[in-house]
Nanobody, 121 residues
Framework: QVQLVESGGGLVQPGGSLRLSCAAS????????MGWYRQAPGKQRELVAT???????NYADSVKGRFTISRDNPKNTMYLQMNSLKPEDTAVYYC???????????????WGQGTQVTVSS
C-alpha cells in the first residue's frame, strides 16, 4: 500500500503565502503523475495542478501565475507553493499520486487525507 501525508495548511490573510507538502511512503515501486486537488464547501473537487515524473506541469486557470507545483523524486515528495492567496482559494487541499507497488501491477490513484487552507482577514 501507499500512504500519503500532507502538511502545510492553515489560516493566512489575503495576499499571503503557504507551502503544502505531500510525502508518499509504503510499498512504492514507482510513481507516475502527482497532483493537488481542492474542494470548497458545497462544491465539487477540482484539479489545482499536476506534475509528471518528468517534471511537466499543468495548472487550473484560476491559479496560474500564483501557484507552483514541484516534486522531489528521490524523496517521493510533492510541494505546492501558493502565493497571492485569495479568499476563493479557501478549500480542503488533497494530494493525489498515481503509483504502483510492483512492476507487475498497474498504476492506481492514491489520495491523502486533505489539509485545510483558509484565506481570510
Amino acid at each position: 500500500q501507499v500512504q500519503l501525508v500532507e502538511s502545510g495548511g492553515g489560516l493566512v490573510q489575503p495576499g499571503g503565502s503557504l507551502r503544502l507538502s505531500c510525502a508518499a511512503s509504503g510499498s512504492i515501486f514507482s510513481i507516475n503523475a502527482m497532483g493537488w486537488y481542492r474542494q470548497a464547501p458545497g462544491k465539487q473537487r477540482e484539479l489545482v495542478a499536476t506534475i509528471t515524473s518528468g517534471g511537466s506541469t499543468n495548472y487550473a486557470d484560476s491559479v496560474k501565475g500564483r501557484f507552483t507545483i514541484s516534486r522531489d523524486n528521490p524523496k517521493n515528495t510533492m510541494y505546492l507553493q501558493m502565493n497571492s492567496l485569495k479568499p476563493e482559494d479557501t478549500a480542503v487541499y488533497y494530494c493525489n499520486v498515481r503509483a504502483r507497488t510492483s512492476l507487475w501491477l498497474p498504476f492506481r490513484d492514491y489520495w491523502g487525507q486533505g489539509t485545510q487552507v483558509t484565506v481570510s482577514s
